[in-house]
């Protein structure tokens, strides 16, 4: 375990540590994180079918913000691929 906060904080490895500074503080897990973030989407997509609830039509219609979202959120219902689970 690395002790981030500590790591942040050294005055032998910055100057004036406790003086905030976006550009020397940034989250050295967001590469690990990216990656993770795609590996699982990516197994949730081919582990399920996804289908529409019934009675329902997709809706992609948005709002603007900072980021562009959903208007209405998502609704689907996974069904898994393969019958026997250990093949995942």
């Excluded at 004036?16 to 949730?44: H, K, Q, T, Y």
């Excluded at 900072?66 to 393969?82: C, E, S």
Aim: aromatic share 10%; charged share 25%; with cysteine.
């Amino acid at each position: 375990m690395l002790n981030v906060w500590a790591i942040h904080r050294d005055p032998q490895l910055w100057d004036n540590p406790l003086e905030f500074r976006p550009e020397r503080r940034i989250c050295v897990g967001i590469p690990l994180a990216e990656r993770m973030l795609m590996f699982l989407m990516a197994s949730l997509l081919h582990s399920f079918e996804w289908k529409l609830p019934y009675d329902t039509e997709l809706d992609l219609s948005d709002k603007f913000g900072i980021i562009i979202k959903k208007l209405k959120p998502l609704v689907v219902i996974p069904t898994p691929r393969l019958s026997n689970s250990e093949l995942y």
